[in-house]
């Protein structure tokens, strides 16, 4: 999906057995997500207790059926992210079945949107429901590839549509400031991850887990020399680089509609620029707050303080928040359908 805000530079796992953390840093890891997680539900909650439920709740009902038309055009963005994630594969590209592309990027979406997995494990289920049908070194790299399209594509909506929020709104100088330098931290990480993707990063990893006494087996180690090999074969075709991005670019873009339309019907001055802006903000802080399990509270607070910055009524971005997060719910309920059909047919197929 597209706005599941993506860590920038996590790597897609491959297909045999992952390397183990130590213990206690895997122990600590948790402990942070369930802060995090907690904290972010905390938030939401005072935000609604302060701003009145039953003036959200009112938003709500005023929303109606645009709720219908923000999933609508949620349809239309996968189908953006489907075409980008083919154009990821390596050439030549594999035929592989587009819908079987949208039914992975489905499922993959509903672990996402639904676990505290940091992105992580969306592209384990990805992976996993391409087996079979191409070869797994293709399809973890193009996983991989994917990623960081998609990430690339973000920045570059961006940092694009920060040109339109800085002509058309009056930011405090200070949060201004630190936004920029935020999203130009993360925009370096990201091209150093494609430089590593070019020039090897996975065996680049597996030998910095040697030197910090991590046993990588033998077996890993070839594979991750093939995905490398692989994701090499992409950057040297730059046209397939430019189509998966494009691609990933408009399915950004679609968040645009969705605002327009949310504000067109909760009476909130829907213009296309306000709507842009709202986005464009929207997105920043989903890129900056990667680390918050499924945007919790994140998702929500980052629409209140969008609003309050552009002197619009607070309690109507909470009101887009919430409409956001429940269309989230409702596609990862369609991609928990897709994901259980799957795993039935995969049983049969056993049997």
């Known amino acids: 999906m597209r706005r599941s805000a993506p860590a920038p530079l996590e790597p897609a796992p491959v297909a045999a057995a992952p390397i183990e953390p130590p213990r206690a840093a895997a122990r600590i890891m948790r402990l942070v997500e369930r802060a995090l997680l907690a904290a972010g539900i905390v938030l939401f909650i005072v935000l609604l207790a302060r701003l009145g439920p039953a003036t959200v709740w009112g938003d709500l009902r005023l929303l109606g059926w645009g709720f219908l038309l923000m999933c609508s055009q949620e349809a239309l963005s996968y189908v953006f992210n489907t075409t ?19 039914a992975a990027r489905l499922g993959g979406e509903a ?4 676990t505290p997995t940091a992105t992580i494990g969306g592209e384990v289920v990805r992976g996993r429901m ?29 940092f694009l549509g920060l040109i339109l929020v800085v002509h058309y709104t009056h930011l405090p100088e200070g949060f201004e400031r630190g936004l920029f330098i935020g999203l ?19 065996i680049a990893a597996a030998n910095v887990a040697g ?13 991750l ?53 709202i986005e464009v903000l929207s997105v920043s802080f989903d890129a900056l707050l990667f680390f ?9 607070g980052g629409k209140v303080l969008i609003f309050t910055l552009l002197g619009l009524d607070p309690a109507k971005g909470l009101t887009l928040g919430i409409a956001r997060r429940l269309r989230e719910l409702t596609w990862s309920m369609i991609g928990l359908i897709v994901l259980a059909r799957h795993h039935a047919r995969q049983r049969n197929r056993a049997q």
């Open 84 to 102: 980008a994630w083919r154009f990821a594969f390596p050439p030549p590209r594999p035929s592989v079945p587009f819908r079987k592309l949208l």
């Open 111 to 114: 672990i996402n949107n639904l």
């Open 130 to 158: 391409l087996d079979g049908v191409v070869d797994q070194s293709t399809a973890w790299a193009s996983i991989a590839i994917a990623k960081l399209m998609q990430t690339f594509a973000q920045m570059s909506f961006v």
């Open 184 to 202: 130009t931290v993360l925009t370096s990480g990201l091209l150093t991850g494609i430089i590593m993707q070019r020039r090897g990063m996975f």
């Open 211 to 223: 030197r910090l006494r991590i046993r990588v087996p033998e077996q890993l180690r070839q594979q």
């Open 225 to 277: 020399v093939r995905l490398d090999r692989e994701i090499a074969r992409f950057y040297q075709a730059p046209g397939a680089f430019a189509l998966s991005v494009a691609a990933f670019f408009a399915a950004w873009c679609m968040g645009i509609v969705e605002v327009y339309i949310a504000l067109h019907w909760l009476d909130a001055g829907a213009t296309w620029t306000r709507a842009a802006v």
């Open 292 to 300: 918050v399990p499924a945007k919790a509270g994140t998702q929500e």
